[in-house]
């Protein structure tokens, strides 16, 4: 008696969540459709109904604005290094040839 879990993906999580969350059929009816249990329907309505705010926050991605600034410190960690070797170069002159 091996019941393996089943994997669902996060579209079919989606769908389900914001059909019941429409209330145009009953959960058990999209739990049938859908073969899935109703209290699990029910928990894909309330995690849809609690990030649905997120969707619309204007905050920008702390994780997005960190990797632009790291970003920007590497370039300018770039150009300095050039101007370093720019220099070097011109100071060596024929030997570093």
């Known amino acids: 008696m091996s019941n393996k879990r089943r994997q669902h993906s996060a579209a079919l999580k989606a769908q389900v969540g914001l059909e019941a969350l429409k209330n ?19 928990i894909w309505k ?12 204007k905050s920008v991605d702390a994780d997005a604005v960190a990797a632009k600034e790291r970003e920007q410190e590497l370039y300018a960690e770039i150009g300095k290094l050039r101007m370093q070797l720019e220099w070097l170069k011109k100071k060596l002159g024929p030997l570093g040839d």
């Open 24 to 42: 145009i059929e009953p959960v058990h009816a999209i739990a049938a459709k859908h073969q899935v249990h109703p209290t699990q329907v029910n």
């Open 46 to 57: 309330k995690e849809v109904a609690a990030r649905l705010p997120e969707l619309f926050t």
